[in-house]
């Protein structure tokens, strides 16, 4: 892992210096503009979900910052789930290359991280990711739908979906996020 992480960061720096010998470095652009005044900030959370027929509800806070000179925002997330203490940072950017919104995520409930690739309504105030990774409750690998409705500019929510047992998607929970700040 080490050796890898050496890697990525010695290609990083060659690309970097390359493209400063041939041309101007890209700037942040209009889409990465739009998640900075619309995500950063602080925000408290209420986390709505509902496993084996019980719901739940629970409390919690995220900080998102802009990071890289514009191009990515940090998400930490601190709360609980189903009683338990909860942490969790993401990213969340767009690549140019792709024209695709991204989004990553790991937490203290999970040993592997969440990857997806997404895109925003006309208006920029829906934000439709997906993702295929492990489900536990599942026990397999499944789809994940997560979309990111921002209703005004103090207030947003994230909805996850997943294939139920029996192969039908479903809303698996949901986030409701009030600015602080």
Not at 25 to 33: A, Y
Not at 80 to 88: I, R
Not at 120 to 144: H, I, M, N, R
Request: glycine share 10%; charged share 30%.
């Amino acid at each position: 892992m080490k050796l890898f992480s050496a890697w990525m960061a010695l290609a990083g720096m060659m690309l970097a210096a390359e493209a400063q010998d041939h041309k101007e470095l890209p700037k942040p652009g209009k889409e990465h503009s739009l998640l900075r005044q619309q995500f950063v900030g602080d925000w408290d959370a209420v986390s709505k979900h509902e496993k084996d027929g019980k719901k739940e509800e629970s409390k919690g806070t995220e900080s998102v910052r802009s990071a890289f000179d514009g191009y990515w925002l940090i998400l930490d997330f601190k709360g609980e789930h189903q009683g338990t203490p909860y942490t969790g940072q993401g990213t969340m950017g767009y690549d140019p290359m792709k024209k695709k919104y991204l989004l990553s995520w790991i937490d203290n409930m999970a040993p592997f991280a969440m990857w997806a690739e997404g895109e925003a309504d006309t208006a920029g105030k829906t934000f439709t990711f997906t993702s295929e990774g492990f489900c536990p409750d599942l026990g397999k690998t499944t789809k994940v739908r997560i979309v990111m409705d921002v209703h005004d500019a103090t207030h947003r929510s994230l909805t996850f979906y997943r294939p139920g047992k029996s192969g039908v998607e479903e809303k698996v929970g949901e986030i409701e996020y009030t600015r602080k700040s």
